[in-house]
C-alpha cells in the first residue's frame, strides 16, 4: 500500500463547505489520484480519486450500499427516513422506484421536449438586452432549468425565484456546521415552504390527474401499493433539486470555460455539430455534482486499500473525470473534440445514474447553441463568486456582458 499523504499537509475534508472551490483544489485531487487514490482523511471515511475505482465502487451496490447515506451530511446516518428519496435506495427497491418515473427521462421521450425547452431558453434570452451586462447565473443559467422542471412537474404557477430559493436551501442542507443558526433556520422554513408547495400540488392531482409528471407519480404503484403523498413529495423533491442544481451549474461553468479558451468557442460557432461533443466535455470538465457517498456493506478492497464494513466512502467525480489513466494526458485541458470514450462520470455510474441525464444534456446543447447564436461574443467581465456546499461545485455569481 502507498504511503498516504499528512492530512495536515493537503487539508482535505469533503466534508468542508468551499473544499471545493479552493485555489489549489485541482492540484490536490492530482496529487491524490497519484499518491494516495483511495485516502483515509478521517478515521472511517475514505476518498477515492481514480476512475476505474469510482467505476468499481458505482457498479457494486451490493457492497457499497447508498442506504445509509449518500451525502456527507445525510440525515440518513442520524437515523431519519426519508421516504420516496431513489438516492437513498438500493437494489432491488431502488430499480422499482426509479422505473416510475424513468420513461419521462429517456432519450427519446426528451427528444419530444425540445420544443418546449427552446420555448423556455428563448423566453429567457429574450428578456436580456443586447449590449448589458449582467449576472449569467441570475439572467440565463438559474431560470432556464427552474422553468423546464416546473413546466415537467406541473407546477409552473411556481414563482421564477422562489423555485431558486427553495432549490438551493435543499443543497445547501447539505454544508457544514459554520452558518450562522439565523441561516440555518432561514434554509428550514425555505425547504418546508417547498415541501408544503407540492403538497398542495399533490393534494390536486390525487383529485384531478393531468398529463404532467407530478400526476404520474400520484397514480403510480411501487411495491404493490400507491405512492403516499409524503413520498410522492420527496420524489418531485429529488427530481426538482436534481433538474434544477446539475444543469445550472452546467451551463454556468459551460459558458466561463468558453470564454477561457476561445479556440473552443470560436470552433463551436463555426460547427453546430460539434455540440454534442461539446456538451460532454463541459459535463467533464464542470462535474456539477462533486460527489457522493456509499457504506461498505462488508469488509471490502478498493484497489490495494482494505476497507472494513461499516466505513463510508467519498466518490470524487471531479477527479475522476480528470484521471490521466482514463482520459490520457491531456485530461486537463478542454477539448470539445474530445472523443466520447471513455465516458465521463458526471451523471454519476451504475444503478444511480442520473435519471435527467438526457434532460440536462438537452438544455445543455440548446442552451448553449442558443447563447453562441445570440451572444457569441459575449466577454466575462470579472470574477465568480462560488456558492458553498459540500455537494456542488457551482457558480453564485458570474458577470458577463453579452453583447
Known sequence: MRAQIGLDELGIDPGVAGFFTRPDYADVLARLRAEAPVFAYTPGSWTVARYDDVRAVSRDPETFCSGQGVLMLDPVRDGATLPGSILHMD?????????????WFTPRAVAQLSERVHARTVEVLDRVEPGSEVDFVDAVAAPIPVLVIAELLGVG?????????????????AEDDTD??????????????????LGEHVSARRAEP???????????EVEGRALTDDEVVMYCLSILVAGNETTRHLLSGAAAALYEHPDQRAL????????DGAVEECLRWVTPIQLFCRTATTDARIGDVDIPAGDRVVLLYASANRDEAAFGDDADRFDV?????PAHLAFGFGEHLCLGASLARLEGRIVLRQLLDRFGAYEVTGEPTWGRSTLVRGMASLPVLLG
Open 91 to 103: 437494489p432491488p427497491v431502488h430499480a422499482e422506484w426509479r422505473k416510475v418515473a424513468s420513461r
Open 157 to 173: 404557477d411556481a414563482d421564477e425565484q422562489d423555485f431558486r430559493r427553495w432549490s438551493d436551501a435543499c443543497i445547501e442542507g
Open 180 to 197: 450562522h443558526e439565523a441561516e440555518g433556520l432561514e434554509k428550514m422554513a425555505a425547504v418546508g415552504e417547498l415541501m408544503a408547495f
Open 210 to 220: 393531468g398529463d404532467d409528471l407530478l400526476s404520474l407519480l400520484v397514480t403510480a
Open 268 to 275: 463551436l460557432r463555426r460547427d453546430a455539430d460539434a455540440m
Open 337 to 341: 473534440t474530445r472523443p466520447p470514450n
